[in-house]
C-alpha cells in the first residue's frame, strides 16, 4: 500500500508564497516521475510541474519563473516552492508520483495524494 500525503496549503495574500510538500510512504522500490497538478473549482485538473528521477523539470507557462518544484529522494518527498502568488492559482493542489514496488522497474504506477487547498486572496 502506497499513500501521498500532501501539506502546506493555506490562505495567502496576493504577491505572498507557499511551499507545498508531499511525501510518499509504504511499499517504495523506486520512484519515477513526481510532480504537482491544480483543478481550479469548474475547470480540469491540470500540470503545474513535474520533475523526473534524473532532475529534469517542467513548468506550466503559467507558473514558470514563480515556482520551483524540487525533490528529495531519500525522504521520498517532492515540494513546491510558489512564490509571487496571484489570485488564479487558487486551486486544489495534487500531487501524483510514479511508484514501483521494485528497485529496478520498468513499470510504474501512478498514485494521486489527497490535495490540498490554496486560496490566494486579499
Known amino acids: 500500500q502506497v499513500q501521498l500525503v500532501e501539506s502546506g496549503g493555506g490562505l495567502v495574500q496576493p504577491g505572498g508564497s507557499l511551499m507545498l510538500s508531499c511525501a510518499a510512504s509504504?511499499?517504495?522500490?523506486?520512484?519515477?516521475?513526481m510532480g504537482w497538478y491544480r483543478q481550479a473549482p469548474g475547470k480540469e485538473r491540470d500540470l503545474v510541474a513535474t520533475?523526473?528521477?534524473?532532475?529534469?523539470?517542467n513548468y506550466a507557462d503559467s507558473v514558470q519563473g514563480r515556482f520551483t518544484i524540487s525533490r528529495d529522494n531519500a525522504r521520498k518527498t517532492v515540494y513546491l516552492q510558489m512564490n509571487s502568488l496571484k489570485p488564479e492559482d487558487t486551486a486544489v493542489y495534487y500531487c501524483?508520483?510514479?511508484?514501483?514496488?521494485?528497485?529496478?522497474?520498468?513499470?510504474?504506477?501512478?498514485?494521486w495524494g489527497q490535495g490540498t487547498q490554496v486560496t490566494v486572496s486579499s
Open positions: 501524483k508520483c510514479e511508484i514501483s514496488a521494485w528497485t529496478r522497474a520498468i513499470i510504474y504506477t501512478d498514485y
Open positions: 509504504g511499499r517504495i522500490g523506486s520512484v519515477n516521475l
Open positions: 520533475i523526473s528521477s534524473g532532475g529534469s523539470i
